[in-house]
C-alpha cells in the first residue's frame, strides 16, 4: 500500500506539503490575558497596536493590517511555486466555515488558516495533533481547514498511529497566585523538531519577568516525552530563551544531516548534548526575524544536493553565503512581513510525506 503520512526525519527528499491559505476571515488573537504572552512577542504588533482595541474584540488582518494580509497571500503564492519548481506536491484546506472559525468560541482567541504545521506535525509512523494543548489558541481553529486531508491519509495507512495531546486544565487567569505552568499542561507542534531518526528536542521558551513559559510548559513536555519514548524515541527537553522568539522553531532550522541554523547563543542552559556533533550556523538577528531558522529542508535533489525553502537572498544574506559554503542551496521567497507575524516557511508548511531512502 503507499504511504500516505511519514516523515523519518526533516530533511529526507521532500515528496508531499500542506501549505496554509488565507482567508478573509483571518484575524489576530484579540486583546486579552490569555493571549498577551503571545501578541508580545510579535514585531508588527509592537509600540501599543492592541491598546486601541477593547477585550475580545476580534482584529481583521485584513481590514487593520491590509499590507500584512497581502504580503502573506504573496509569501503563500511563492511557497507553492517553490514547492512546485522542486517537484513537490502541494496540498491546500477547505475554506472555513462558521463552526470552525468559532469552534473555541468560550474563550477570544483569532483565526489563523496560514499556519498547519503549528498542530500537528509527523514524526516517523505517528500524527501528533497538539490543537488544545496550546496555551494560546491563535492558530488552533484554522486546523480544521485542512483536517480533512489527513484524516483521509490517515484512513488509508494502517501504518499510522494518531494521537492528541491532552486539552490545556480551563482556569481564570487573572486570579490571583495561580501559577500558569503548574496549573496546566501546553505543548505546541512548533516548539518541537526532529534531530533525526531516534532524537526529538522540545524547547521550553522563557524571558527575564515573565510569569510562565512562553509556549509549551515542562508538564506539556513531559506528557509529550511519555508518548514518544514508548514509541522509541528519545526526546530531549532544552530551554531557549524567549526573548528572541515565541517558538523554538524560529531558532532552530532544519538544513540537512548534522546541519542546522541557529542564532547565537539561543539555549539558556549551553548547547544541547544532542547537538555536539552537529555543524550549526549562526544567523544575526536580522536575519532570525524574517525567518531565517524557519525554514524547510527539501532534502536532496535526484543529484544529491540538499535544498532548503527560506527567506530570499536579500533578506538573509548570511543563510544563503553559509549555505552555499556547504553545497546547500536555498529556494527564496519573501518572508519579512509574514515571519514578522510570526509565520514564515516552516509554519506555512505541513509535511505529509518524505523519502527517507535518498
Not at 490543537?131 to 488509508?156: H, M, P
Not at 509556549?215 to 522509541?232: I, T
Request: with cysteine; net charge negative; aromatic share 8%.
Amino acid at each position: 500500500m503507499k504511504r500516505q503520512l511519514r516523515q523519518q526525519t526533516e530533511y529526507g527528499q521532500l515528496k508531499e506539503v500542506i501549505i496554509g491559505r488565507i482567508d478573509e476571515h483571518y484575524s489576530l488573537p484579540p486583546k486579552s490575558e490569555s493571549s498577551a504572552t503571545y501578541t508580545e512577542h510579535i514585531t508588527t504588533l509592537k509600540d501599543g497596536f492592541y491598546d486601541q482595541f477593547e477585550i475580545g474584540e476580534t482584529i481583521s488582518i485584513k481590514e487593520k493590517l491590509p499590507e500584512a494580509y497581502a504580503a502573506v497571500q504573496k509569501m503563500l503564492k511563492q511557497l507553492k511555486e517553490a514547492y512546485e519548481s522542486e517537484g513537490v506536491k502541494v496540498l491546500q484546506g477547505e475554506a472555513s466555515t462558521p463552526e470552525m472559525r468559532n469552534y473555541f468560541g468560550y474563550i477570544p482567541h483569532g483565526f489563523i488558516d496560514t499556519h498547519p504545521a503549528a498542530e500537528f506535525q509527523v514524526y516517523g509512523d505517528i500524527l501528533v495533533e497538539s490543537i488544545v494543548s496550546n496555551n494560546c489558541l491563535e492558530t488552533a481553529a484554522g486546523q480544521w481547514t485542512v483536517q480533512r486531508i489527513y484524516r483521509d491519509k490517515f484512513n488509508n495507512d494502517p501504518n499510522v498511529t494518531w494521537f492528541s495531546m491532552p486539552a490545556a486544565y480551563p482556569f481564570d487567569f487573572n486570579k490571583p497566585g495561580v501559577n500558569k505552568d503548574k496549573e496546566t499542561a501546553h505543548i505546541h507542534a512548533a516548539d518541537v523538531r526532529m534531530v533525526d531518526e531516534k532524537n526529538l528536542i522540545v524547547g521550553i521558551g522563557f524571558a527575564p519577568g515573565q510569569e510562565a513559559a512562553a509556549s509549551s510548559n515542562l508538564e506539556g513536555a513531559e506528557q509529550f516525552k511519555r508518548v514518544m519514548e514508548k514509541h522509541g524515541y528519545k526526546v530531549h527537553v532544552v530551554r531557549y530563551n524567549a526573548e528572541i522568539t515565541y517558538h523554538m522553531d524560529y531558532v532552530y532550522g532544519v538544513v540537512a544531516p548534522k546541519l542546522i541554523v541557529t542564532p547565537e547563543s539561543p539555549w539558556l542552559d549551553g548547547l544541547p548534548e544532542v547537538l555536539n556533533l552537529h555543524d550549526i550556523i549562526e544567523l544575526p538577528i536580522e536575519e532570525v526575524n524574517v525567518g531565517g531558522c524557519n525554514l524547510v529542508s527539501l532534502g536532496p535533489d535526484e543529484k544529491g544536493q540538499y535544498r532548503v525553502v527560506g527567506p530570499n537572498k536579500e533578506l538573509a544574506p548570511t543563510l544563503h553565503s553559509e549555505l552555499a559554503k556547504r553545497n546547500v542551496r536555498v529556494v527564496g521567497i519573501d518572508t519579512k512581513i509574514p515571519a514578522e507575524l510570526m509565520g514564515a516557511a516552516r509554519c506555512a508548511t505541513l509535511v505529509t510525506l518524505r523519502d527517507d531512502s535518498i
